[in-house]
Nanobody, 125 residues
Framework: QVQLVESGGGLVQAGDSLRLSCAAS????????MGWFRQAPGLEREFVAA????????HYADSVKGRFTISRDNVKNFVYLQMNSLKPEDTAVYYC??????????????????WGQGTQVTVSS
């Protein structure tokens, strides 16, 4: 079992940076692919970034490529999302997710079976 708790969201201005953290518990975390997703009001949950179990492979949505960086610390059991040059369109609830059946990163929402409660990110113009 993997349990996930996100933190680090908040209200910022366009151009600012934020770092989201996801604290993971459970032995399966270290072998699991991890992802960040987001959901804005009235829209479907969308992929943001994903990382393989050892951090060697990462994937990003085109909308965040070059601005966001996903990383993980398998000693401290954390996954991070560094978000730079934030835009108003980045406003959403951000979710951390684990794919405990896969070690390589995937961008497919339905592949992830463990989810955190989400953290709100609001970017004002």
């Amino acid at each position: 079992q993997v349990q996930l708790v996100e933190s680090g969201g908040g209200l910022v201005q366009a151009g600012d940076s934020l770092r989201l953290s996801c604290a993971a518990s459970g032995r399966a975390f270290r072998a699991a692919a991890m992802g960040w997703f987001r959901q804005a009001p009235g829209l479907e949950r969308e992929f943001v970034a994903a990382i393989s179990w050892n951090g060697d492979n990462t994937h990003y949505a085109d909308s965040v490529k070059g601005r966001f960086t996903i990383s993980r610390d398998n000693v401290k059991n954390f996954v991070y999302l560094q978000m730079n040059s934030l835009k108003p369109e980045d406003t959403a609830v951000y979710y951390c997710a684990a794919d405990v059946n896969r070690s390589q990163a995937t961008m497919t929402v339905s592949e992830y079976d463990k989810w955190g409660q989400g953290t709100q990110v609001t970017v004002s113009s």
